[in-house]
C-alpha cells in the first residue's frame, strides 16, 4: 500500500535530489560500453521497460553464485520507501 499523499510527495522531493552513493551498483557499470550492452540484453530478453520520467532510481549489481551463474541484485530501498510498513505479525512458536 503506497503512502498517503503528503508523505509521497516528500519522498519524490527527496528523490530529485538524490545522491548516487546512498544505493550500491555495481563498478563495472561505470564503464558506458558495458551499462549499454547491459541494458540492451535486457532489453532483449523483455526484462525491462522504460518510462519518459525517472521516478526513483536503484543501485544495481549482479553476484556469482555457487553454479557459477550469475544473478542481478537490485537496490531498491529507495523504491521500498513510497510503500507503508508492513504491520507487525506474531508468529507461532514451536510449541504452537
Not at 519524490?12 to 558495458?34: G, I, K, L, R
Not at 537490485?74 to 521500498?80: F, G, I, P, V
Not at 508492513?86 to 514451536?94: D, H, N, Q, Y
Request: charged share 25%; hydrophobic share 40%.
Amino acid at each position: 500500500m503506497m503512502l498517503p499523499a503528503d508523505e509521497l510527495a516528500a519522498v519524490y522531493e527527496d528523490t530529485t535530489n538524490f545522491d548516487s552513493t546512498q544505493c550500491f551498483h555495481d563498478p563495472a557499470f561505470d564503464d558506458m560500453s558495458v551499462w549499454c550492452d547491459f541494458v540492451v540484453e535486457l532489453c532483449r530478453s523483455k526484462k525491462i521497460s522504460f518510462r519518459p520520467k525517472i521516478l526513483v532510481q536503484i543501485g544495481r549489481f549482479i553476484v556469482t553464485k555457487k553454479s557459477g551463474k550469475f544473478r542481478l541484485t537490485l537496490d531498491a530501498r529507495r523504491t521500498n520507501s513510497l510503500s507503508r510498513s508492513s504491520p507487525r505479525t506474531a508468529l507461532g512458536g514451536m510449541e504452537a
